[in-house]
């Protein structure tokens, strides 16, 4: 099994971290009722998981019908140096694809209220990196600006999930990449912070590329997945500020990411499983392992009570 680009090893979490991200995203736009194109985003970090989210922003928009200059043009990145634009001095051939021509700022607040991004994401394991003044910039500028803290673990988080919502009053769309209580606001709503953990991504994806035999792995794939997940958050789990489905549909959630691959796979000659499964789902839960039993004892019987006391025989 092999990824098309690079060392499997080396892009597994990187491919996971991208997938889990732009599924938050995807979420958010049904919250924000537009496009993924329609939006600014800036990452504060320029590793290689800003790079992944990145990359497969650009490729959801090119689902979008957007060529790839323009939606890479909406993606701004701040690395320790400062803001990546055209003409900074040693950047690298990744950090080059998202320099834009603008002036070099090196302060993170400064840069947030000359750009005002609609949508900023941590990854640079900067604590605290998201400052009170920065949140309500995002705030005064977006009606609901989106504010996704990635980075693990929490003591890492760019801000917690109470400094979004309290100081944006609710209007934040946040994810995070470490697990934060609810959050009671002034109004009395409670907001349960989404979690753009992992587990959403891998068990599927893996199952699905099993399941059917996939020796190739596109990164359509991640997007894909990211896809689906988003199709398993319900209105009411919006409403309540969730962008994931709860983990407790994490096995519901795993399959239809599955199933969906399965499908992809098929339709673009990628799998070697023959004959190809009419029901690709019944086809697939019957892989899946079940931990439940109707009884774990073994089974056990009695023995009968006047088998056990003494018996005088007569002639």
């Known amino acids: 099994m ?3 680009s690079e060392d499997p090893e080396h892009l597994k979490s990187v491919k996971r971290t991208a997938a889990v991200a732009v599924a938050g995203l995807l979420a958010a ?49 701040v690395d320790s140096k400062g803001l990546i634009v055209q003409g900074r001095a040693n950047l690298t051939e990744q950090k080059m694809r998202f320099a834009h021509p603008y002036s070099e700022l090196t302060n993170l607040s400064d840069i947030v209220r000359c750009l005002k991004p609609t949508a900023i994401i941590g990854v640079s394991a900067i604590g605290g990196a998201f400052t009170e ?39 934040a769309i946040f994810a995070s990449g470490s697990p934060f209580d609810p959050v009671r606001l002034e109004d009395g709503r409670v907001l349960y912070p989404g979690q753009g953990n992992n587990a959403y991504i891998f068990p599927g994806v893996a199952l699905g590329i099993v399941a059917c035999g996939v020796r190739h792995i596109h990164d359509e794939v991640f997007l894909i997945a990211a896809e689906t997940i988003v199709e398993q958050v319900l209105e009411e789990h919006l409403a309540e500020g969730r962008l994931y489905p709860p983990m407790k549909a994490i096995r519901a959630t795993s399959l239809a990411v599955a199933v969906k691959i399965a499908e992809y ?33 073994i089974d056990s019987y009695s023995w009968p009570e006047n088998a056990s006391t003494i018996q005088t025989l007569t002639k």
């Open 2 to 4: 092999q990824f098309l």
């Open 265 to 297: 796979a098929f339709r673009n000659g990628m799998a070697s499983l023959y004959p190809e499964p009419e029901d690709k789902a019944a086809y697939i839960n019957s892989l899946v392992y079940s931990t439940d039993y109707d009884e774990f004892r």
């Open 133 to 171: 003044q920065i949140i309500k910039d995002m705030a005064s500028f977006n009606e609901r600006p989106i504010i996704f803290a990635l980075s693990n673990p929490t003591s890492k988080a760019e801000c917690t999930a109470e400094q979004c919502y309290q100081l944006t009053k609710g209007q």
């Open 29 to 77: 736009l049904r919250i924000t009722k537009n496009k993924l194109s329609d939006h600014k985003f800036l990452f504060q970090g320029a590793g290689e998981a800003a790079v992944g989210i990145a990359d497969l922003i650009v490729m959801a928009m090119e689902k979008e019908d957007i060529p790839e200059q323009q939606a890479l043009s909406k993606i701004w990145m």
